[in-house]
């Protein structure tokens, strides 16, 4: 039954996904943490005034917007980087290796051979490290709610939620990007580079369209973009996360249809 | 009595049949041509052939691993192409090439593919393991080859299925092992169940399987009955000359093999038919002895690669 693959996998992962929720909570308070020092000292907005117009695009940091307020701080430190950042790592990795990388590795041999639909197999994976998502998205998400009061950050409650929805479809678009293409060509090398290159894409065309003005025709394409920038100051753009969810969804689909057209790859 | 029969007849369609079964790898290389295969349900059929004879794309091909280049296929009924989730429920299938999760042990795997398959006698799966000294306590990347390949074995046999597929299922068992495997096999077929089993050596299917089919550069060169394999009665003879081997060729005789040739001393393999032959040309020389037994199964089964070989 493929619900047990789904499970079976997150049991498998339990210990990998709790180091990520420490890991991610650990990050998100130590940032926090150094929100009053920076509210009080109005050198760090010189500062940042200060960055290349390349740096502040990409970081979104906007004209006239202020990064010394709580959410100005959290968008710039955490949601126009690091927070993506870690969790495409997370998706992508186990969206390649969950799949293409257990062929790689001869060990899908036997679990096809069980009585399970290929496509079928496809979706609980996926299921599987949407879980993950969303777990390590929630362990963020309360650490900046439990430690907002302590430091005087003052989000809004619907734009911090907002904004772990944003970061976590944009994992599930690139995992199950991932996912897809290790179950299209059996290469974990390509379920790698493939997301992690149209990441890469997808996040400097949303930073830098604004300065390279050829960029601009291609920002709809960019799942970042569609998702929108400084989500705690402006919220995401539900229209737009609602795309991105939808090419997750084509993707994931067309990797699942593609490996029962294949043939299994033996080592 | 006779309705019976008639019912068997229509309901018991074979454990696996195959037709005109191709496979090519890459556009290039031929693993399998044509393969006309049907096994009955209740037997145990050896399938073998040497190191890439093409055994282990047969096997993939009949659990929809890989689909094939032209032909269709069936287990139980049912065709693996389109009915195969139907078709790998009623089967257990051990690869050839077991690889198993590092992390896990022995009893969580096991539980796993239970839950996977969705329905498994516990008793049974704790039955075959206790046979096989199977060892479940342990993380899987801890256990030896042969160790790791009862847990495979175990998960061929937990659920009672109707048809068994082992490929190649007793490399790195030692032999008590090999012979409690063999029981297993043994009791799949008494209960109506059938075994699929591929290997390269004849001596590890002459014991276990009814039936035997050959294969050989993706070819089936023969199937028959072990007993009838044995009654080909293929000899093989020793001859010791008084004044040296003469110069004649005895290969020229049909049918009959020059095996090894000393200064006095020559050992023949030539079939019963061609005894005659042989022995007539034999005495136009001075014979000191002559001694001519039935060869063994591994000796025919050589000789029919040899044959294959030959015509390919
Ligand atoms: N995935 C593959 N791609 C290309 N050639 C293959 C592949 N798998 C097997 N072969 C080739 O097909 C032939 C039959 O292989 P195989 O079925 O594994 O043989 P056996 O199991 O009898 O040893 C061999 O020549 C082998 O090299
Ligand atoms: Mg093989």
């Known amino acids: 039954m493929p619900v ?264 | 009595m006779e309705a019976r029969q008639y019912d068997r007849a229509v309901t018991a369609t074979p454990a696996i049949e195959t037709v005109g079964l191709c496979k090519t790898y890459g556009g290039k290389v031929r693993a399998l041509v044509d393969l006309d295969l049907r096994v009955e349900r209740g037997e145990v059929f050896g399938y073998l052939g040497p190191n890439g004879a093409g055994k282990s794309t047969t096997i993939r091909l009949l659990l929809d691993l890989i689909h094939p280049t032209e032909g269709r296929a069936a287990l139980l009924g049912l065709e693996t192409r389109s009915q195969g989730v139907e078709a790998r429920r009623r089967v257990g299938y051990l690869p050839g090439d077991l690889r198993l999760p590092d992390r896990l042990t022995g009893a969580e795997f096991l539980g796993s593919l239970a839950r996977l398959r969705g329905h498994v006698d516990e008793a049974r799966r704790d039955e075959v393991s206790a046979r096989l000294g199977a060892i479940l306590d342990r993380p899987l990347r801890h256990l030896s080859k042969g160790n790791r390949q009862k847990i495979g074995l175990v998960q061929a046999f937990m659920h009672r299925p ?52 050959i294969i050989r550069s993706g070819r089936l060169v023969d199937v028959d009955s072990v007993a009838g394999l044995r009654s080909r009665s293929l000899r093989r003879v020793r001859v010791a000359f008084a004044n040296g081997v003469p110069r004649e060729r005895f290969d020229r005789i049909e049918g009959v093999r020059v095996v090894e040739e000393q200064a006095s001393l020559v050992r023949l393999l030539a079939p019963e038919t061609a005894m005659d032959g042989l022995v007539k040309t034999l005495a136009e020389h001075t014979i000191v002895d002559l001694v001519s037994e039935p060869a063994d199964l591994e000796e025919i089964f050589l000789e029919l690669y040899r044959e294959a070989d030959g015509a390919g």
């Open chain 2, 162 to 213: 109707e048809l068994v597929v082992l490929d190649e299922p007793t490399a790195g068992l030692d032999p008590l092992l090999q012979g409690e495997v063999r029981a297993l096999m043994r009791e799949v077929a008494a209960e109506g169940g059938t075994v699929f089993l591929s290997s390269h050596s004849l001596d590890e299917v002459q014991h276990t399987a009814d039936r035997v089919g």
């Open chain 1, 4 to 267: 047990e693959l789904a499970v079976g996998a997150l049991r498998d992962s339990r210990r990998g996904i709790a180091a990520w929720c420490v890991g991610v909570a650990a990050y998100v308070a130590m940032v926090a943490a150094i929100y009053p020092s920076v509210e009080t000292s109005p050198e760090f907005n010189e500062l940042v005034e200060r960055y290349p117009e390349v740096l502040k695009s990409l970081f979104g940091i906007v004209e006239g917007g202020d990064i010394t307020s709580g959410p100005g701080f959290v968008d710039v430190e955490l949601f126009s980087f690091m927070l993506p950042l870690l969790l495409l790592v997370l998706a992508i990795g186990y969206g390649a290796r969950t799949l293409a990388g257990e062929e790689d590795a001869g060990r899908l041999e036997l679990l096809l051979a069980y009585p399970l639909r290929r496509r079928a197999s496809v979706v609980a994976k996926g299921a599987a490290l949407a879980a993950q998502i969303a777990v390590v998205s929630v362990a963020g998400w309360a650490t900046l709610l439990v430690i907002d009061p302590l430091v005087g950050l003052a989000l809004d409650f619907g734009n911090l939620c907002a904004a772990f929805v944003g970061v976590a479809v944009l994992a599930l678009f690139h995992g199950w990007l991932a996912l897809g293409v290790g179950a299209a060509v059996p290469s974990r090398a390509l379920a790698i580079a493939v997301p992690a290159g149209a990441a890469a894409l997808g996040y400097l065309v949303n930073g830098l369209h604004d300065l390279a003005g050829w960029l601009a025709p291609f920002r709809f394409v960019s799942p970042f973009w569609l998702v929108g920038s400084s989500p705690l100051q402006t919220g995401i753009d539900a229209a737009g996360t609602l795309v991105v969810l939808a090419a997750a969804v084509v993707v994931l689909a067309g990797g699942a249809l593609l490996l029962e057209r294949r043939d299994l790859q033996t080592p």
